[in-house]
């Protein structure tokens, strides 16, 4: 057999070999090498890591590091099946036992255990604590208890499972077994939860940063979200998504109206029977359907990593919730959305839920909603917020969400402020937001006339402005205190002493432009203008990635297992651009591991071929045959396919780093993918840019930026050394930043 058990030493050596062999990844991520190192120590860990920052990898290579079986516990069915799956894929030997499996079948995955042959166990906690099973435990050598979905101990939690708690006599009945506890959520009383409950001792506690960079944060205003959504899908085509909903009925209209465009979609709500959820779950994680509908209850199951973007059709209740949902999306890291469908009647319902739904914890629910329409109605980096919210703080703006993207500009307001507070006070501060724009532009509709509302003053005043622009403002007029909103009395819109002095001309007011929705997904300014040239290997690159994916789906169905273990969009993407047509090409692509180089290697091989393969690569490499080295009775051991890093001033390597670039990837993105230094990465991009390519250069650098770096520029006067401008700046721009200032003034001189 390929995998022969021999024993590994628990070292982060061995543990880096794994890695590369069965996960075809280069390198840890930061933490998961510190983490990996504690438990191979013997230790007690606990992981606190936001979705998709890659928990699994944390406790399975040390459970094939370390002798004998590493039970993890899990809570649902649905995913401890797709792990297993995704273990066996890699050639890692794993079993699940839960109520789904028959006991012939448990006995045999029994006697894998005790012969040592498994690596890893999964179970559900009602499983591992019926009294045979624990007998049964002790006659097995243990690696270790991973506990994943940790947070489920809390009662503090949303996930709150009885079950867990029980938990706590693994510690008594296995006091020599390391127990190593993973979750996404981070809070206080959490972490506290799982470390007493579980009786860790002394555990290390790893928290990770709750950043996402890739995923583009969008809020986009609520009228019309239907046609916003089918727009938004004609712009994602064949882009697996998950639009959440407040209730049943929406799922259900919704998915009607999707699927009425061709496009395949399902709703997944607590009315379905359990076999019709699961059937819906299968066929979104076998990308049979693309897009699903959903109220929260789907979702915790899905370890899907190839979810494009995730849709919020209504204002989630706080901001926790939202950033476990948007995490969903782009768990593989490739660039993803997540769109939040914004409007202030979404805030009244909620408040009334709330209000009535658990009155012992109204005001501190009222509060979290209060910060999540903070969110959704910010005018600064999005991403700032989010983070803030979780103790963590980002010292520059992200450049990854729709306000960093198109900056709001502001202009004075004064005179559209002092038209809406008018009519607001000659309606006798009973109008509601909805009324209010109605008089303002005009309508002849029931509610204005039966109440005269004609006859005012004001009526028709606002008729150029179209009605979302209307609503952003009286927004944005409510935010900056010159309105507020008397729950009681029907939500009508009230005057303050502020807005007083406004409307008598006493004090001025600035506003921010309106954005219409679609802008806020584009890319910034002169992006796409500045990336035409190049656009006809975008489409080589989008053509074999579509061929390479349609070859996994068939795979995928052949096998009955979801097509992103078999690879992930990130494999594949990164296929696309190297076109590997070897093994050693082939091995070097992060996510093909040994195994599956072995299972799946040559049919995606020949697909490249089949799409012209890369020239380059046969002119380079040794054994550079297409399809050379596929022998399955090669007995070479799997070779380290660095070669083609070595020579990072090689053509080649440049071109690689440049369509990553171009596909969306951040500097870091790219680098962590080539397992080359950021350093590396930055020297390719200047390379790039002063042989004449486009770059996106509004990704490093900010008009404002350019701006001062050219001041600089001109104070120092000529052609300044970077080493002057370093300092002259203060430090405050990297070299990286400077150089491409500089080019970048070079290139708009036309020099
Ligand atoms: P989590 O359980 O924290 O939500 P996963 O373990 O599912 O996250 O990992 C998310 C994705 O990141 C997976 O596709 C995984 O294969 C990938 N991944 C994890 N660690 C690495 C690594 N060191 N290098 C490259 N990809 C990784
Ligand atoms: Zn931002």
Redesign the pocket.
Known sequence: MLFAAEPLAPTLDSARRV?KQY?G?D???PM?EDIIQNILGGQDTVVL?P???????CFQVPAVVREGVCVVVSPLIALMKDQVEALKANGIQAAYINSSIGSSEQNNIAADCLNGYLKLLYVSPEKLLSEGFMTFLKRVKLSMFAIDEAHCISSWGHDFRPEYTQLRVLREQFPQVPIIALT?TADRLTQRDIQQQLRLREPRVFLSSFDRPNLNLIVRPGQDRINGILEFLERHQGEAGIIYCLSRKQCETLTQKIQAKGIKAGYYHAGLTPNQRGAVQEAFLKDDVQVIVATIAFGMGI?K?NVRWVIHYNLPKNIEGYYQEIGRAG???SPATAVLFYSFGDVMSLRDMLTKENPSLTQLNLTKLERMQQFAEAASCRRKILLNYFGETLTQDCGNCDICRNPPTTFDGTELAQKALSAVVRGREKLSINLLIDVLRGMRNQAVLSAGLDQIKTYGAGRDLPYLDWYSYIHQMLNDGLLYIAYEEGYALKITDLGRQVLQGQRPVSMKKFQPAEKAEKAPRGRKAQSAPAAAPATREAQLFEALRTLRKRIADEQGVPPYVIF?DSTLQEMAVERPVNRTAMLAI?GVGMKKFETYGEAFIREVLAHGGNPAALDEDEDAAPLAGLDPDDPGAPRAPRKREVNTEAGGTIDTTYQLHRLGLSVEAIA?RRALAVSTVQTHLTNCYAKGLDLRIEEFLKPEELAEIQTAQAQLGGSPMLRDLFDHLREKYDYFKLRLALMYFKKLRGE
């Not at 979705?51 to 990898?57: D, Q, R, Y």
């Open positions: 890695l996960y990844y390198t840890f991520r998961q890591m979705t998709g920052g890659g928990k699994s990898i996404a370890d990593s768990r593989d890291g992930t992060s962590e």
